[in-house]
């Protein structure tokens, strides 16, 4: 199974990271979604893909959203421009 970090903007320019196995069916529950979808993104909708990046296991995976996740927001924003 392939493991897929990601980081979508939301309506209000924030960005959110997140993990899942299903990159296209995470985005679909993000914008509609009142139950599978994250609590953060249900209140700035739409969200929009604008990092993802695949990894083989769960716990790479996981260590590379907890990474994204402690970055400053100029960081995420040269990682993204890297993709």
Do not use: W
């Amino acid at each position: 199974m392939r493991y897929c970090v990601y980081i979508v903007q939301c309506k209000d320019d924030t960005l959110y990271t997140g993990i899942t196995t299903d990159i296209q069916r995470r985005i679909k529950e993000h914008n509609s979604s009142d139950v599978l979808g994250a609590k953060y993104t249900k209140y700035r909708r739409p969200v929009v893909l604008v990092y993802e990046k695949e990894f083989s296991s769960r716990s790479t995976a996981s260590s590379e959203e907890a990474r994204i996740k402690k970055l400053s927001r100029s960081e995420k924003e040269a990682l993204i421009k890297k993709r």
